[in-house]
């Protein structure tokens, strides 16, 4: 399989400016761009799988693009830990679309989100009057929808920001495996390979996972209540969304439930819904069913 190559966007923020990095796959002028965007801790080599098999399949020249939304992998960390929210990643994503607008123009956009990745992809899609090179044409929200269930939102907050120090990759991915089961099953080097881009060394020895524990700082401030409130503005997004859209669902989610999934059906894009048994949150589309899916999806005209 072929490698990404790293690029990195200016993008300014309430107290300054950071860099958000983001790995490039296929032809670099191709006006017909694929946005992947990882979940809450995760990190763009998430999607090196899915990322190869778009450009492998697709008919007419393609880019992907997958961020390390900033905090996470190769981007800058924040100084203000406050910044680690919607309004922050959003505004990254439309400076790296600019960027590669002003490389390339680009003139057939998709979007891939993954959770956290997929409500950066709502706010998006769902509000027309953002600067976008062109509208987001096909959606694909993979286990995330408007409502969140607050059980998994706590359930995260348990985990999250305890980076850690392990020995070695393997350890780490060991360590990683225990809370992360959910994903559904996955070879010991399927793991593994999603486990890589996960950590970094540390100057001691060893390695720790590579995003700042700061990013969970918001997520542990959240109530329930606020929760609560989001969930209807995140409606109002997704009912003003018009891309062609696709809701993946693990059929043993915790955070998007069947309910909501069905709703989603019904409401807005109307979206298409695909439930994979023995997955909870989140399929990571590295099984080639879970692959083939999503690329035939991406791939219609």
């Given at each position: 399989?072929?490698?990404?190559?790293?690029?990195?966007v200016?993008?300014a923020?309430?107290?300054?400016?950071?860099?958000?990095a983001?790995?490039s796959w296929?032809?670099?002028d191709a006006?017909?761009?694929?946005?992947c965007v990882h979940?809450?801790s995760?990190q763009?080599?998430?999607f090196?799988?899915?990322a190869?098999?778009?450009?492998?399949?697709?008919?007419?020249?393609?880019?992907?693009?997958c961020?390390d939304?900033?905090?996470r992998?190769?981007s800058?960390w924040?100084k203000n830990?406050?910044g680690?929210?919607l309004?922050?990643?959003?505004?990254d994503?439309l400076?790296m679309?600019?960027q590669l607008?002003?490389q390339?123009?680009i003139?057939d956009?998709?979007?891939?989100?993954?959770?956290?990745g997929g409500?950066i992809g709502?706010?998006?899609a769902?509000?027309?009057k953002l600067?976008?090179?062109?509208?987001?044409?096909r959606l694909?929200?993979n286990?995330?929808?408007?409502?969140v269930?607050w059980?998994?939102i706590?359930?995260i907050?348990?985990?999250l920001g305890r980076?850690g120090?392990?020995s070695?990759?393997?350890?780490?991915?060991?360590?990683?495996w225990?809370?992360?089961t959910?994903?559904?099953?996955h070879?010991p080097?399927?793991?593994?390979s999603?486990?890589?881009?996960?950590?970094?060394p540390?100057p001691?020895g060893g390695?720790t996972?590579?995003?700042?524990?700061?990013i969970?700082?918001?997520?542990k401030?959240?109530?329930?209540?606020?929760a609560?409130?989001s969930?209807?503005?995140?409606?109002?997004?997704?009912?003003a969304i018009?891309a062609?859209?696709?809701?993946?669902?693990?059929?043993?989610?915790?955070?998007?439930s069947?309910?909501?999934a069905?709703?989603?059906?019904?409401?807005?894009p109307?979206?298409?819904?695909l439930?994979?048994?023995g997955?909870g949150?989140a399929?990571?589309?590295?099984?080639?069913?879970?692959?083939?899916?999503?690329?035939?999806?991406?791939?219609r005209?």
């Amino acid at each position: 399989m072929a490698s990404p190559k790293l690029n990195y966007v200016p993008c300014a923020d309430a107290d300054g400016a950071h860099r958000m990095a983001y790995w490039s796959w296929g032809a670099e002028d191709a006006g017909r761009v694929v946005v992947c965007v990882h979940g809450l801790s995760r990190q763009g080599r998430d999607f090196d799988v899915l990322a190869a098999s778009l450009v492998d399949r697709s008919a007419e020249p393609i880019r992907v693009v997958c961020p390390d939304v900033v905090g996470r992998g190769r981007s800058d960390w924040l100084k203000n830990p406050q910044g680690y929210q919607l309004p922050t990643y959003a505004g990254d994503m439309l400076a790296m679309l600019a960027q590669l607008h002003s490389q390339a123009p680009i003139t057939d956009l998709s979007w891939f989100g993954t959770s956290m990745g997929g409500l950066i992809g709502m706010g998006l899609a769902g509000s027309p009057k953002l600067p976008l090179p062109v509208p987001i044409k096909r959606l694909v929200l993979n286990d995330v929808g408007p409502a969140v269930q607050w059980s998994a939102i706590q359930r995260i907050s348990g985990y999250l920001g305890r980076t850690g120090r392990f020995s070695d990759l393997r350890e780490a991915a060991d360590a990683m495996w225990k809370i992360s089961t959910s994903f559904g099953p996955h070879t010991p080097q399927q793991w593994l390979s999603l486990s890589e881009a996960m950590v970094k060394p540390l100057p001691e020895g060893g390695v720790t996972l590579h995003y700042d524990p700061a990013i969970a700082v918001p997520v542990k401030a959240m109530t329930e209540a606020q929760a609560a409130e989001s969930e209807a503005a995140l409606w109002t997004l997704y009912d003003a969304i018009t891309a062609r859209t696709l809701v993946v669902r693990g059929a043993q989610s915790d955070l998007l439930s069947r309910d909501t999934a069905i709703e989603m059906t019904r409401r807005g894009p109307r979206a298409e819904l695909l439930e994979f048994e023995g997955v909870g949150h989140a399929p990571t589309f590295v099984a080639p069913g879970q692959v083939d899916a999503a690329v035939s999806f991406l791939l219609r005209p």
